[in-house]
Structures are given as structure tokens and as C-alpha cells.
């Protein structure tokens, strides 16, 4: 082994985390492990957004001479899987601990059969590499499982590796022989062998430096889902490598508002040809738009039928799906804010409102009759346009206990239920 090899070993740490989770009308905590990778002198650790997120109630590092450091988070990116947290560096000095640093290689450069290790903390195991190589270096994989719920791997494609990548290793380096950081693993494929995948570090170099500088990264949207065109060229008598189709256009974004729909063909962003052919070519579409200021105007090229058009779309921020969770205890229920990407999915009127996530049974709310999936949109005949409503009207009926009228939607219809001490 290198020098350099060694001293991204000394960089590699273990990751326990205990987080609390929503779920079934309660407050539920648990206890996970995973693996990062110090990477600067002020002590900045990279690891993934599945690892440490803002659910994490108590991060701890474990560093390479096997002492214990208290950690915070300093932003997560869900989109990516990637997380930075930042070790306790007046505790680290007070107790004389000193720690190693690693450095990016340059993900660009990768090629299939290329070695690389990966690094990290699989079943608990601190400190264990394993072998492999890049079996592919510009994958398209269609993350299912998401973050936490959350959406991820949209805007990127991923190295993919036979190094034995196991629960426990996410957010550990994938390194070359040289000792460079060239990726961040992630994930194996369940079911599979030998399947391994990781952020590139082109990605999370720039990552790193957004979560740096903001404590997250903000991006645009105009609400057009991308899809492949191989197979489809004749049927739209298109040339081959000419644009991508457009699969489907979210309920009021801004492409929905300038007119285009599904089916369409979107030929150019502000006069760049795309080409949007293969799936591996989806996330830098993709990402070309994301990475545009909200607020900004795109000029968008599509063809409909035989027919060659432009359209000016104004981009706005990007939201997940998943809006902030909480507990309602003495109501027993778990709750989750509505918005607005949900509410355009699932073709709701507003993003006002909290979806029910759980009932206890037993409690206030599931005497009442309310269940999971139940839209919550007012509280005392008060709309519900924050999470800060419901739960201020919790707290209220913590001190004093006294009925509570919520008026919830549930399949498209509205009814009363009354919240009895």
C-alpha cells in the first residue's frame, strides 16, 4: 500500500447515529451505523444523506485510534445521498486527538476495469477494504428505495463496483490504488451480487462545497419528467441522438402552465440540443435544469406532432414530495405536511394541510376515526398552512384538554372529527 493509501485509512471513520422517526401515532428512536471520510483540518466528514440526516438526534464519530467524538450535521442533500457533518473540534483538541485527511481523486477518469477499494464500516466492522473494479462508470440506476422516503439520484449517474459493498459501508470512500477518494459508496443492489454503487466525486466535490457555503443545495424545477427515446425515434420520425421525450409534465408547474404535456418532444434548452436517447443521458438533462437560478427564464424547443415551437418557462425551487414529520403524542397520531410537489402529484386543490402517517389505537384520533392517508386541512376552523398550526393546537390541548374539531379530506370527500380528551 501507498503512503497515500495509508493515510486515507487514518482519514476513514465509523458513523453511529440515533434518530427518531414518525411513525404509528408515536415518537420512535433507532440506532444505525455507517462510514465516512474526514476530508478537510476543520474537520468536515463526508458520508450519505441515508446515514446522517436531519432526523439524527445524536451523531458520534469513531476515528481511526478508536476514541469517540460527538459530531453535528452541516447539511444534507437528499437527491444525491450525500451528508457533510462537522466533528467536534474543541472537544477533539481538549482531549488531544488528531486526525487524518483525504483527499478527491478525479472521477473522470475512471474506466471499467480500473481497481478500486472501498473503505468503510460493513456490519460494524471498522477499518475493512475490499477489492473490486469500476464494472461501469456512468450507471443509470433508478433508486426505488429513495432516502428515508426521499428522492434521490435523479440529477447524477453512479459508479458502479464488484468491491463488496454491505450495510455499514454507506458513506465510505471508494478510492483508487493511489489513495484518492474517486466516489462515495452507497448502496448494493439487494438480491444481487458483486453490485455495488457509489456517488462519482465530481458529484460530491460540488455537493460539499453547496452544503459548505448554504447548509443545503437549492435547485430549479419546471415540473417536466424526462424519458428515454430509444425505441421510439421511427414512431416519432425523429432522427436518431435528436431530443428526449417528455413523459409527463406535473399538475400546475410551470411547464403545465406554458402549455406543454406529455408526449411532447423537447428538442432544446435555450438553444442547447439535447439528446436524451438512453437512460444514462436522462440525469444531465436533468441536471441542466436543476441547475439554473429559480426564477430563471428558459427558452424550451419541443416539437408536437410535425409541429416545431418555443415556450419561455420560469423556473422555481425544487421540494421533494416529503414534507417535514411530526408526533402529536397525546392525540396519538404521527403526521407529515403536505407539499407542494405532493399536492400536484396526487392532484390536491392546495399544499395546505398534514397527511395522517399513523394512529395509535386507543387515542384521541383513532377514537375519532381518523386514519392513515387522511388529509387534515383545518384545525379549529383554522387552516392548516404550516405544521407550526397543528402543532400549536397540540401543545394547547396538552395544557388544557378540551374537544379539538379537525375537518380532514379523505378520498376527495370532507368530514368532521372531533379529538376528545
Do not use: C
Not at 451505523?33 to 478537510?40: D, N, Q, R
Amino acid at each position: 500500500m501507498s503512503k497515500g493509501f495509508n493515510q486515507l485509512l487514518d482519514a476513514v471513520v465509523r458513523i453511529d447515529v440515533r434518530e427518531v422517526a414518525f411513525e404509528s401515532g408515536a415518537r420512535r428512536y433507532a440506532a444505525s451505523i455507517g462510514s465516512g471520510v474526514i476530508l478537510s483540518a476543520d474537520a468536515l466528514v463526508l458520508t450519505n444523506a441515508h446515514v446522517a440526516s436531519p432526523r439524527a438526534v445524536e451523531l458520534s464519530i469513531t476515528l481511526s485510534n478508536l476514541e469517540r467524538v460527538s459530531a453535528k450535521l452541516v447539511g444534507w442533500d437528499h437527491w444525491t445521498d450525500l451528508a457533510l457533518l462537522r466533528i467536534d473540534v474543541a472537544d477533539a483538541k481538549r482531549r488531544g486527538l488528531k486526525f487524518a485527511t483525504a483527499e478527491f481523486g478525479d472521477s473522470s477518469k475512471l474506466f471499467p476495469g480500473q481497481t478500486v477499494f472501498a473503505v468503510g464500516t460493513p456490519h460494524g466492522l471498522t477499518r475493512t477494504v475490499t477489492r473490486g473494479i469500476i464494472s461501469n462508470n456512468n450507471r443509470y440506476f433508478e433508486d426505488t428505495t429513495g432516502v428515508n422516503g426521499y428522492e434521490t439520484g435523479a440529477f447524477n449517474t453512479w459508479l458502479q463496483t464488484d468491491a463488496a459493498i454491505n450495510p455499514g459501508n454507506s458513506g465510505g470512500p471508494l478510492v483508487n490504488e493511489d489513495g484518492r477518494v474517486v466516489g462515495i459508496n452507497s448502496r448494493g443492489y439487494l438480491g444481487a451480487n458483486n453490485l455495488g454503487f457509489a456517488i462519482p466525486a465530481a458529484i460530491a466535490k460540488k455537493i460539499v462545497a453547496g452544503l459548505v457555503q448554504d447548509g443545503a443545495i437549492t435547485r430549479s424545477t419546471i415540473g417536466l419528467v424526462p424519458g428515454a427515446l430509444q425505441d421510439l425515434e421511427n414512431f416519432y420520425s425523429l432522427a436518431l441522438n435528436t431530443g428526449v421525450l417528455i413523459n409527463s409534465i406535473a399538475p400546475g408547474s410551470p411547464a403545465a402552465r406554458a402549455g406543454l404535456r406529455g408526449g411532447d418532444i423537447l428538442l432544446a434548452i435555450d438553444g442547447i440540443k439535447v439528446d436524451g436517447r438512453f437512460p444514462e443521458q436522462l440525469p444531465p438533462i436533468q441536471n441542466l435544469i436543476a441547475s439554473q437560478p429559480v426564477g430563471a427564464k428558459l427558452k424550451l424547443t419541443y416539437r408536437r406532432g410535425a409541429q416545431i415551437a418555443d415556450v419561455i418557462v420560469v423556473t422555481e425551487k425544487l421540494e421533494s414530495s416529503v414534507g417535514e414529520e411530526w408526533a402529536l403524542e397525546k392525540w396519538g397520531m404521527s403526521v407529515r405536511k403536505v407539499s407542494r410537489t405532493y399536492a400536484r402529484v396526487n392532484q390536491l386543490t392546495s399544499d395546505a394541510g398534514v397527511i395522517v402517517l399513523g394512529v395509535q389505537s386507543g387515542f384521541p384520533a383513532e377514537v375519532a376515526g381518523l386514519s392513515r392517508g387522511d388529509i387534515i386541512t383545518k384545525i379549529n376552523q383554522q387552516p392548516v398552512e404550516s405544521l407550526a398550526v397543528v402543532q400549536a393546537a397540540h401543545t394547547a390541548f396538552e395544557a388544557k384538554p378540551a374537544p379539538t374539531l379537525l375537518e380532514a379530506q379523505r378520498d376527495r370527500r370532507v368530514s368532521l372529527y372531533i379529538l376528545k380528551p
